[in-house]
């Protein structure tokens, strides 16, 4: 898997695929974009500040229902077109609603970003793509405290 300057992920109940996936060193952007519902950045808050502090600048952006498939496309359009450079971005669908993670899948690979799903237990990212490339072994960063 390559580097990417920016990572989208979203969040509704899960947050640990969405933090895992930016602490390896090898695949570590310097941005991450969280999606979540209005309401939820409080959960998140305590997700930016951990990431702060190893150096990833975190954005939380609230973007209505999690279920309302028509707003989300909508609100996911407009995220898509913030960026410049889609080959600069990765999105993570391991996260969100299933609804979050259906609408962020059609507008984001219809506009040329690549997705990627982690799967938590074998602690790799598995690349959704037409070619299906291996998946990428994650090194395992987190401690529990």
């Known amino acids: 898997m390559k580097k ?3 990572q989208v992920c979203f969040v509704y109940e899960k947050l640990l695929s969405n933090v895992i996936a930016v602490m390896d060193d090898e695949i570590k952007p310097e941005k991450l974009v969280v999606c979540c519902p209005d309401g939820f950045t409080n959960d998140t808050k305590s997700m930016k500040a ?13 973007i209505g229902d999690p279920y309302d498939l028509k707003a989300l496309k909508l609100k996911f359009l407009d995220l898509a077109a913030r960026f410049e ?20 899948q059609l507008v984001f690979r219809e ?17 959704v793509k037409d070619n299906e490339p291996e998946p990428f072994e994650i090194q395992d960063k987190l401690k529990i405290e």
């Open 4 to 6: 990417y300057k920016t």
């Open 50 to 62: 951990f990431l702060e502090k190893h150096g990833v600048v975190t954005e939380v952006v609230e």
């Open 85 to 104: 450079n889609p080959e600069d971005v990765a999105v993570n669908l391991s996260g969100g609603s299933k609804i979050m993670t259906i609408a962020a």
């Open 111 to 127: 506009n040329g970003f690549d997705c990627f799903y982690v799967v938590d237990e074998k602690d790799q990212i598995i690349m």
